[in-house]
């Protein structure tokens, strides 16, 4: 469920921060449009144009080199129930949303820990934000 929060969380955000002024305006369209996302039909994720899109997005991650996994199928699907279409968008493009520091910074955090491990004995902590990426251990 904590994961699910946060999903939603970053994806609200980087809704948001597509609009270089979004603070400066009405936020009831944005809510509106996310209600309408929100309360509409899933089924057509796991229509047969969707699954052949996974397939092949799958399938280039895996050309590309990556180890494939249930959770990048899981984070295409994650992506239609969001967005409904697929999402281009990066996180260096909201840039131009706090270039000239019109909207609040973001700093996104992340920890990976490991099963059956202590988050004391192991937890990498990373930070990122529309210009860098930072790993604790990395310095």
Do not use: H
């Not at 144009?49 to 895996?62: C, T």
């Not at 270039?99 to 973001?106: G, R, T």
């Amino acid at each position: 469920m904590a994961e699910d929060v946060n999903v939603s969380i970053f994806r609200c955000l980087s809704t948001l921060y597509r609009d270089p002024d979004w603070s400066q305006k009405d936020l009831q369209g944005a809510i509106r449009r996310a209600q309408g996302t929100v309360s509409s039909s899933k089924a057509g994720a796991f229509s047969p144009e969707r699954l052949k899109y996974y397939f092949q997005e799958l399938n280039a991650m895996e050309t590309s080199g990556r180890k494939v996994s249930f959770t990048d199928l899981w984070g295409l699907i994650v992506e239609y129930f969001l967005q409904q279409k697929e999402d281009p968008s990066k996180l260096s493009d909201q840039q131009a949303a706090v270039k000239w520091a019109q909207n609040p910074y973001p700093i996104y955090a992340a920890v990976n820990v490991r099963p059956n491990i202590s988050g004391a004995d192991f937890a990498e902590w990373c930070e990122f934000t529309p210009y860098e990426v930072g790993f604790r251990k990395y310095g």
